[in-house]
């Protein structure tokens, strides 16, 4: 991919100088929350794994609090048609994988993947870095505030099939939550919301953010969904 000005240059830094306060109990969680309270998938004690980023985008919107996903092209060898964070892995360019690298990496796959602004985000926190044992990443999430917002789409389809945000309110009603089951037999949670099926790394993140934060409402969990369920 073409690196682009946006995320070139000096330090990135975390500020929550201005934050709505509806922002204040995501902020505090990404503080305390413990990474064996968000997953149980943690990086390799050896050092593996691919360092990687995902931009966790808050904004708001014209129902209250969005968040910003993509969907994958159904071309893809990996995640193929699985909604996500704009996010990859850590250039060189990127800096320093225990320092900013994620910051600068999440901003540039951002821009890279949906055409993103990111002068107009303002980076606020980041929760523990993960592991996704599949592809063997080490994804360290990291929360922005869309302060400005800007035009986002598929930069490149054969990589992103569609960028939409998804209101809050969505996430955390009952109806548009389940469990999904893989045909490996791993169950996590899912979230029903604009014609599509939220499941995987992004929704257990979401999942644990919501509950964290204090915004999850009671949801049936035994309500399980296919990964096939458009069938």
């Known amino acids: 991919m073409t690196r682009t000005s946006g995320t070139q240059g000096g330090r990135v ?9 509806w922002l204040d109990p995501v902020a505090r969680a990404a503080e305390t929350v413990a990474p064996k309270q968000l997953s149980r998938f943690l990086p390799p004690e050896n050092g593996t794994g691919r360092q990687s980023a995902v931009l966790i985008l808050f ?15 159904s071309s893809l060898r990996a995640h193929a048609g699985q909604p996500s964070f704009p996010g990859g892995a850590l250039d060189p360019e990127d800096g320093d994988p225990q320092g900013d690298g994620p910051l600068r990496a999440a901003l540039r796959e ?14 606020f926190g980041v929760l523990p870095k993960l592991y996704i044992p599949v592809s063997g990443f080490v994804v360290t999430p990291v929360l922005g505030w869309w302060r400005v917002p800007s035009p986002v789409d598929a930069v490149d389809l054969n990589e992103t099939a569609r ?11 009952p109806d548009n939550r389940a469990t999904t089951v893989h045909p490996s037999g791993f169950q996590g949670p899912a979230f029903l919301v604009e014609s599509a099926l939220v499941w995987g790394f992004t929704a257990g993140v979401i999942d644990r953010l919501l509950h964290f934060a204090g915004w999850e409402r009671p949801w049936d969990q035994g309500k399980r969904v296919p990964l096939d369920w458009r069938s």
Not at 62 to 73: D, H, I
Request: no cysteine; proline share 8%.
């Open 13 to 21: 830094m975390l500020s929550q100088e201005g934050l709505p306060g």
């Open 110 to 123: 951002a821009e890279e993947e949906t055409g993103l602004d990111p002068s107009g985000v303002q980076l």
């Open 59 to 73: 904004g708001d919107g014209a129902r209250g609090p969005e968040l910003l996903l993509m969907e994958r092209a």
């Open 163 to 173: 960028v939409f945000t998804v209101p809050v309110a969505d996430l955390t009603h």
